[in-house]
């Protein structure tokens, strides 16, 4: 796919597209308070189950599926 240099998305441009992420990150902290980030990671570790170290069993079915959906 040619680039692009309008528009949103990816356009095959890795630099830009990691300076855009940054930019994005960096806005977000600047703009959310530390409460913020620890209130999210915290919803993230609820709805997680875990690695596959804590739980085997989860570890053994996931591989038998063999990375298809």
């Not at 209130?39 to 709805?47: C, V």
């Amino acid at each position: 796919m040619p680039k692009q240099k309008n528009g949103r998305g990816w356009y095959g441009d890795s630099k830009r597209h990691a300076r855009a992420g940054r930019l994005g990150g960096l806005a977000t902290s600047a703009r959310q308070s530390q409460t913020f980030f620890s209130e999210i990671g915290r919803i993230g570790g609820k709805k997680s189950s875990g690695n596959f170290k804590n739980n085997p069993e989860r570890a053994r079915r996931l591989g038998k599926k063999g990375g298809l959906n």
